[in-house]
C-alpha cells in the first residue's frame, strides 16, 4: 500500500469515527464494500442523517398515502436503522415490514420495533414473500449509486400485484446516471407500470442535496 492510501484510509477512518460517513458513501464500489460500510455506519446513522436534514424518508412516505389507505400492508426495502419506516409510521401507515442486507443495520431497526416482520436479505433474494403478499413496496433512498442496482426497480415492481405501488427515490447523483433513468423509462414504456407521482424536493439539507421521489403502479 502506498504513503498516499494509507493517508486516505486514515483520514477516512478519523472523519467516518466523527460521523461523517455521508461524504463517502456515493463511492463504494461493491456490495461487500456496501456492507462492510454499513456495518461500521450502523450505530451512528440515524444520528448523523437526522442532524444533516434527511428529507425524503418523509417525502417518500407523505407521497404513498396519497395512494393506499393507512392500514395497507407496506414492506420497506432497504430499511437500514429504519429511518424510512418511522417515516412511513409518522404518515399514519400501521402495517409496515422491513428487509435489508445488513444484519446490524436492521438490527438497530428492530429494536425501535416499527415493523412487524423484518427479513435480512441479500441482492440474489431481495423478497423473501410471496409475490403480491403487499399493498406497497418503499425503497426509500435504495436503487442508486452507493447502493441498490437500476435492476431492483423491475424486480420491486415484479413483486406487485397489480395496483400494487411502488415509492422510491433518485437523488441527484442517480438522476445523472442513464442506468438508473433507463431503468425508469423502461418499467413504465414496457406497460409494467404507471407512474402517478413524481416530486423534486430536497433530499439531506445539510449537504444541499436534492432527490426525486415517485410512486408507480403495477399494471
Known sequence: MSDTASTNDSTNDSTNSAGNYLQNVYDLATQADTDAYYTRW??????????????????????????????????????????????????????????????EMLDVARVAGIYRDTWVTDIENPFPFALGTYAAIAAVGVIGL?????????????????????????????????????ALTDVVSSGLAEQEFAEHGIHIKGLGSMSTVFVLRRR
Open 42 to 103: 450502523a450505530a451512528s446513522y440515524d444520528d448523523e442523517l437526522t442532524r444533516q436534514g434527511y428529507q425524503t424518508p418523509q417525502r417518500c412516505a407523505d407521497a404513498l398515502r396519497r395512494f393506499i389507505a393507512s392500514d395497507a400492508a407496506v414492506v420497506d426495502i432497504g430499511c437500514g436503522t429504519g429511518l424510512s419506516g418511522a417515516a412511513l409510521a409518522a404518515a399514519g401507515f400501521t402495517n409496515l415490514a422491513g428487509t435489508d442486507v445488513n444484519v
Open 146 to 182: 452507493g447502493a441498490a442496482p437500476a435492476s431492483l426497480l423491475r424486480l420491486a415492481l415484479e413483486a406487485l400485484a397489480t395496483d400494487g405501488r411502488l415509492v422510491f427515490s433518485y437523488n441527484d447523483h442517480a438522476l445523472k446516471v442513464p442506468e438508473f433513468t433507463d
